[in-house]
């Protein structure tokens, strides 16, 4: 079974902190997301990686930036951590099929719910 | 853009009743289209999705859906429902083509609530 793990389950920050939240998949997937989840709307992606080094802004990038060093692993990094940013995040990876049609499903970690203060 | 609505914000059933999770769609192009579902303190699990092809799909845990061209609609149900089918579920498109080839949009999530 695919496994993604998120480093933290739950994180407690003050305001202005520089956080990171790590991911990590052992399946070898080329794609990787962050989502973050509030009550009421549903999943929304953040940030996504194609491969290794290679990144796209999701559809609320703004005050986040993302990190893929290494395929199996993508970082979420929030430069200033504030209050609006409380939520759940979750990390995804999916398999790329030789066909480039990426349909295989999204694989999911356990989510980190960070509270900023 | 793409967008899904998912209309109930919560949906109650009996178990062993039917039940239906309803969504509807909006996509340039054909529409691939998933349904995951999240248990309490958990990630997402990704239960069956449409790309081409029939037109009733047939996911895990004897869920199905019925995708609806002319209605734009991709509705989850299962004959008989079980109490632990309790759960939020979520509908999601993916976006066909261009720089955002392969992302998913999501759906609100709508409360499955089995009764027992």
């Known amino acids: 079974d695919v496994k993604v793990t998120q480093s933290s389950r739950y994180l407690v920050k003050r305001t202005g902190e520089k956080v990171f939240l790590e991911c990590v998949q052992d399946?070898?997937?080329?794609?990787m997301f962050w989502y973050r989840q509030d009550p009421g709307l549903g999943l929304r992606l953040i940030y996504f990686s194609y491969d290794v080094k290679m990144k796209e802004k999701g559809d609320i990038p703004e005050g986040y930036s993302v990190s893929r060093e290494k395929k199996e692993r993508f970082s979420l990094i929030l430069e200033s951590a504030s209050t609006n940013q409380t939520s759940m995040y979750l990390c995804?990876?999916?398999?790329?099929?030789?066909?480039?049609?990426?349909?295989?499903?999204?694989?999911f970690g356990n989510g980190t719910r960070l509270t900023v203060t | 853009a793409q967008s899904v609505a998912q209309p109930e914000d919560q949906v109650n059933v009996a178990e062993g009743n039917p039940l239906t999770v309803k969504c509807t769609y909006s996509?340039?192009?054909?529409?691939?289209l998933f349904w995951y579902v999240q248990y309490p303190n958990r990630g997402l699990q990704f239960l069956l999705k449409y790309i081409t092809g029939d037109n009733l799909v047939k996911g895990s845990y004897g869920f199905e859906a019925e995708f609806n061209k002319s209605q734009t609609s991709f509705h989850l149900k299962k004959p008989s429902a079980l109490v632990s089918d309790s759960a939020l579920y979520f509908c999601a498109v993916r976006h066909a083509g261009g720089t955002s080839y392969g992302k998913l949009t999501f759906g609100q999530g709508t409360i499955l609530t089995v009764h027992p």
């Open positions: 996509v340039s192009g054909n529409p691939y």
């Open positions: 399946m070898d997937h080329e794609n």
């Open positions: 995804a990876s999916r398999y790329t099929l030789l066909t480039g049609q990426a349909t295989s499903p999204l694989h």
